[in-house]
């Protein structure tokens, strides 16, 4: 190791903001790197240099806000709850006695196929760091952390990684919260995954009542994952106005949330669900609803299900494996007027606390 290698290592902290913008002590720490990039413009004059102005030096900033990008490799049942609270909504609450000790619902609605009231909005983060300019180290925080936009993938033999762009509304002085490592926690490994298609949201995203938390239906299709990219757009954005303030003090949905998903997986050939019917959906531009599905060890759970369309109509045989197709699906997140959304996600873990 480099003299000074120890400096190179990260500690990113995180807590639940009951007030959005009013930074709180961090109560866990991540396994997750966070890349902040300050946007602290500065507008000054556009007169030559050596010209006397009528207004002398720097004008005020106009706005400013963090970009983050934290990158949480081979997350876990128990810490994917930070994000999603601060991507899609305070979440349903279900089957919260033991076992298990937590169940969640995100992108919830309130409609009878999904069984779970709607959701309430979603919360803000506070960020614990170091920052550093390999000079000094300086401990500070960033509050009313949320995310624009998130991307879970995962192939064959590995775990599942999210990559999430927030915004966040200042950095300041604060110290480091003294936290211990998380022990209880399980990566959520791609082995474990089964993909599903189906007809209704209803079968895509059984009640997720967790004591009986059962799979979805198969349907027309089901098989294990070779490889996937879930995008997630949420909409949230930071909002600045015209308050005379450079820090924003509210957000704003600017669009309604959707998704993009890429499935590369195994399909069974049997009559019932074959390639060629899926083909046939596909061409007809038929909503379907599909389903990622990881079971661990425990109580532990994480599914997404979703309504969506064939993009473009496509659908690809690319090959065989182990005697069954390998096919390439992507998808386009459509809303459902019977589900009334377009899609869905829920945890459960055998952790005895969660955010």
Known sequence: MATGGIRGLRKVQVGLETTRGTSVPATELLLATAEVRANFPLYRNEHPFGIMAEFGGPTKILQKDVDITLDMLGVSYEQITWLLNAALDVPVTVDAAVPPPYGYVYGASTSAPLGVAGPTGPSSLTLEGLWTDATDNEAVEIDYVMARSFRMSGEQGGALNVVADCFGQDILDAAVTSLTLPTDLEPIIIADGIFYINTTFALAAPTPALGTWTAPAAGSWAGKIISFDLEVITGLMPFHGVRGSPLFDVHKESIPKNFRLTVRALQDAAATNSPAAERTAALAGTLRFVTLNFVGTGNRKFRFAGACKHEMGEFLTVGEQDGLDVVDMSFIG??????????????????????
């Open 334 to 355: 459509h809303y459902d007027p019977t589900s009334a959304g377009v899609f869905q996600m829920a945890v459960a873990s055998d952790q005895a606390t969660a955010p």
